[in-house]
């Protein structure tokens, strides 16, 4: 009888962990609203493939130059739950400045496919895939390529160019240090035990998507990143706080990390404070007028 009572209760909560990660978990994907076209700026729409033979959507917009493929590149990430239509302020930024643009769709997000669970490794993944893409059909393999990533975005940016040495650059806007601190929080938030709901939680997540969250999260990969990198981070910002960037810049070497905090603004509006786009025109080292 105690034996048909655990397992009974094992059921029960295998299925609450099933049904809290979908519910939490799932993705919206919405297509963008708008594209560069709207704006008078030409683009390129491309599909190009990643793993487990799925097919990524995304924007090429190439340096107003007869020379774009030695144009440094810069590679648009955006976070969870979003499509690479949340890049358009930066393209309108970015576009007219040398440089050229390469914005998707991670997996389950916008017009790319769709891929089970969505997860940072698989953000990390398709951003290589972009890079394999470009480096294969668009610029030289020695052009200078970067990332500005946002959330989600950034943090899997430092991961991929912690085994990956052609990112030169990063920026990452709302990038979290430890995937499990920002998902304990937000169950927290929802009012959930952490005994035995989270710590079951997260132990089944690294199950679903086949790592340990230790052994991925961005605050213990940084110091293997040789290149440069730039944090910036809201210091209201409530879904990722603001002490996850000061535990990147504890890990990142000193040498190549740096912050910027953005004091007026939280996560998602970090590029409407004033000086944003002088520190993104400082960093990479190109002009970028509003």
Not at 60 to 73: D, G, K, M, V, Y
Not at 93 to 109: E, I, S, W, Y
Not at 210 to 227: L, W
Request: net charge positive; aromatic share 12%.
């Amino acid at each position: 009888m105690i034996l048909v009572i655990i397992l009974l209760v094992l059921i029960i909560l295998t299925l609450l962990l099933m049904f809290l990660m979908g519910r939490m978990y799932r993705n919206k994907k919405e297509i963008h609203k708008f594209k560069p076209s709207e704006y008078n700026i030409p683009f390129e729409e491309v599909r190009f493939p990643t793993k487990n033979n799925c097919s990524l959507y995304g924007w090429w917009i190439p340096a107003e130059s007869n020379l774009a493929e030695n144009n440094q590149t810069i590679l648009l990430v955006h976070g969870w739950n979003r499509n690479l239509g949340r890049m358009m302020p930066y393209i309108r930024q970015l576009h007219g400045n040398g440089f050229n643009l390469f914005a998707f769709d991670a997996r389950n997000h916008g017009s790319s496919d769709t891929d089970g669970l969505s997860s940072m490794p698989k953000f990390a993944e398709d951003i290589k895939s972009a890079m394999d893409y470009l480096f294969s059909n668009l610029i030289k393999k020695e052009s200078p390529i970067g990332i500005i990533g946002l959330s989600m975005g950034g943090s899997a940016a430092i991961y991929a160019a912690s085994t990956d040495k052609r990112i030169r650059w990063i920026i990452t806007v709302g990038a979290f240090a430890h995937p499990a601190e920002v998902m304990s929080l937000e169950m927290k938030r929802r009012h959930i035990p952490e005994f035995p709901f989270i710590k079951l939680f997260l132990r089944y997540a690294e199950y679903k998507i086949g790592y340990r969250f230790n052994d991925i999260a961005p605050v213990n990969n940084i110091h293997k990143v040789s290149a440069k990198i730039l944090l910036i981070h809201g210091k209201l910002d409530q879904t990722t706080p603001f002490e996850h960037a000061e535990k990147l810049l504890a890990a990142g070497k000193p040498e190549n990390t740096e912050l910027f905090t953005v004091f007026d603004k939280g996560h998602s509006d970090c590029h409407e404070s004033d000086g944003f786009w002088d520190i993104l025109k400082r960093f990479i080292g190109q002009d970028v007028h509003q």
